[in-house]
């Protein structure tokens, strides 16, 4: 096996004023790896005194999303009356369905003195059967998730079913999301247990299956075939993946449907404020006036 057959995808890079967004997923290679649709690296990023992150109440539609922190603290609030702020490790799984709305800032205390901030955010789109289901939030701490202790390796299962374990969030389709950390020298095979995989190299250095995967690229990997990777340096790896979703999707700002009709509908519903209002919160992301890619730490 070579990089080449793994099908690499090159982040998109965005600057938001001193703080890097690399988003993989969508791509124009690869919409989605099994039921993932979206996925962005933020950071790693330092705010001085008195900054921070302020993303303002915004609607989702079909999906559900989770923010993986590596350094930091953001603060969840949504239209449930949610307000859970998540800590490296922690897993916030926010399931819209058929409409929820949330924010995400730096909490004051962070902010008043500033700090780092890194992580990974995904989508997960939702079934068919389940697209209007009732939104839903809860809140995992990081000790509550499975880990699998290796030599020189640790994984923690942040979502779904592999490796012999299943996380504590709410899925609903067949699918893993784990975060691999790994020391100089170790290696990790992950099995071909699901036909849609995914690695993405955060930081360090390490090759699949003896070629050099560049740090930042995803590398969208064969069904039917194991593969193993081997850390040059210390390196800290996402993986995920699972089965195909049940057809094709259309993704629209914040909004994922398996119809255009339901993607109108939340863009009235929006425009016309009837998704409901998060509890503290007085300002809002108004609709886009033409189609765009999805907003980052959304």
Do not use: C
């Not at 490790?89 to 890194?118: C, F, K, Q, Y």
């Not at 079934?127 to 009732?134: D, F, Q, R, V, W």
């Amino acid at each position: 096996m070579t990089i080449s057959s793994l099908h690499l995808i090159k982040p998109h890079v965005k600057d938001l004023g001193g703080f890097t967004v690399k988003r993989l997923l969508p791509s124009l290679s690869h919409k989605m790896v099994g039921p993932f649709i979206f996925f962005d690296h933020m950071g790693p990023a330092v705010f001085g005194p008195g900054e921070g992150l302020d993303v303002r109440p915004h609607p989702h539609i079909g999906l559900a999303t989770v923010t993986y922190l590596f350094e930091g603290v953001i603060l969840h609030r949504d239209s449930l009356g949610s307000v859970q702020p998540i800590h490296p490790g922690d897993v916030n799984w926010m399931t819209a369905g058929r409409g929820i709305v949330h924010s995400e800032r730096s909490p004051d205390e962070v902010r008043r003195v500033g700090g780092p901030l890194h992580g990974i955010q995904i989508w997960v789109a939702l079934p068919k059967m389940h697209e209007t289901l009732a939104p839903s939030f809860e809140h995992h701490p990081v000790s509550t998730l499975p880990v699998v202790d290796l030599p020189g390796v640790q994984l923690r299962l942040v979502a779904g079913a592999a490796f012999g374990h299943t996380a504590p969030a709410t899925t609903f389709s067949d699918m893993f999301y784990a975060a691999l950390e790994m020391m100089p020298g170790s290696r990790f095979t992950v099995p071909a247990e699901y036909p849609e995989r995914a690695v993405y190299l955060v930081d360090g250095e390490a090759d699949v299956e003896g070629s050099v995967l560049p740090a930042q690229y995803m590398a969208v990997l064969p069904a039917a075939q194991e593969f193993t990777i081997e850390a040059k340096t210390k390196a800290r790896i996402m993986l995920l993946g699972g089965k195909s979703i049940d057809g094709d999707r259309v993704i629209w700002w914040n909004f994922v449907a398996s119809s255009k009709d339901a993607i109108e509908k939340a863009k009235e519903d929006w425009r016309a404020q009837r998704f409901g209002a998060v509890p503290q919160e007085t300002e809002w992301i108004p609709l886009p006036e033409a189609p765009k890619p999805p907003e980052s730490f959304s």
